[in-house]
């Protein structure tokens, strides 16, 4: 059994971690346990092995162009392991903790994502997750040719007309593909949206203690990020624990560079303290 405090030990040593040196599945389902506590991570570590061993097995088998790969990416995580976005109940917050994703078959585009990105990965495949706001989509590069393909729909590839459209449709008629929908990013930011998945449910359901606490998680394996630390101490002033607000938003103001906030903070610091008297 995964207890919380050895998942968040997991989270840490992330957090200390190179970028390029996360295993984002072993992240992800740390993640999981917080949410799911006393679970036997085992099982679940195995079938992450399995779906790499599957894709050594059948890689290895096939012509090694970008074709070849991207069909066996869907082959043994779509059709073998039998893997696909859940469209019937996608704000479902299952569908963005690994564990039950992995139990389900069934996840966000992120934590599906995850998934190719962990098994391509580990053939030595360039992919990377892209900046595309609304829907994580993963590009995998071989030499000068490269592909998108979106893990939620079986890993199809998206033509520039499939993500135009795809954009609008979670964006707005008026949104339009820019250059930086196209940028990747890194593990950490794929692990936050992960997380961001679960934080904004709550905070819709206007359940704020439950947002605290994935925040806190969030911070555990990204804890330089000053953002976090910032909505930390917003939630912390709403919820009406003033010395934590403090704390957090003293260290967002040691971690940002941007003055515009750090004044807007300084003042709120002020205001804070204040009521604490």
């Known amino acids: 059994m995964t207890s919380d405090a050895e998942a968040r030990e997991i989270l840490r040593r992330t957090g200390d971690l190179p970028d390029d040196e996360i295993d984002l599945a072993e992240a992800a389902l740390a993640l999981g346990a917080l949410e799911r506590p006393n679970t036997d991570l085992g099982g679940y570590r195995?079938?992450?092995?399995?779906?790499?061993?599957?894709?050594?097995?059948?890689?290895?088998?096939?012509?090694?162009?970008?074709?070849?790969?991207?069909?066996?990416?869907?082959?043994?995580?779509?059709?073998?392991?039998?893997?696909?976005?859940?469209?019937?109940?996608?704000d479902d917050l299952q569908n963005a903790n690994m564990l039950r994703v992995i139990d389900r078959r069934r996840g966000l585009p992120v934590a599906l994502g995850i998934l190719?990105?962990?098994?391509?990965?580990?053939?030595?495949?360039?992919?990377?997750?892209?900046n595309f706001p609304g829907h994580f989509l993963v590009r995998i590069d071989k030499g000068p040719v490269r592909a998108i393909i979106d893990p939620f729909n079986e890993g199809q590839v998206r033509t520039v007309v499939d993500l135009r459209d795809l954009l609008k449709a979670t964006a707005g008629s008026a949104a339009e593909l820019e250059p930086e929908h196209y940028q990747p990013v890194s593990n950490r930011d794929v692990l936050l949206r992960l997380q961001n998945n679960i934080k904004l449910r709550h905070l819709s359901a206007h359940d704020v203690p439950k947002a605290l606490e994935v925040l806190?998680?969030?911070?555990?394996?990204?804890?330089?990020?000053?953002?976090l630390?910032?909505?930390?101490?917003?939630?912390?002033?709403?919820?009406?624990?003033?010395?934590?607000?403090?704390t957090a938003l003293e260290t967002f103001m040691a971690l940002t560079g941007d003055e515009h906030h750090r004044h807007q903070t300084a003042s709120l610091i002020q205001q804070l303290k204040k009521r604490l008297n």
């Open 46 to 90: 195995r079938h992450i092995q399995a779906i790499v061993a599957d894709l050594a097995e059948r890689a290895d088998a096939d012509a090694d162009g970008l074709e070849d790969r991207i069909a066996s990416l869907h082959a043994v995580i779509g059709e073998r392991h039998g893997y696909s976005g859940d469209h019937d109940t996608y």
């Open 116 to 130: 190719y990105l962990h098994a391509a990965r580990s053939r030595g495949w360039a992919m990377v997750g892209l």
């Open 216 to 227: 806190s998680g969030m911070r555990l394996f990204a804890p330089h990020e000053p953002a």
């Open 229 to 246: 630390w910032r909505e930390t101490g917003l939630l912390e002033a709403h919820a009406g624990n003033l010395k934590d607000a403090i």
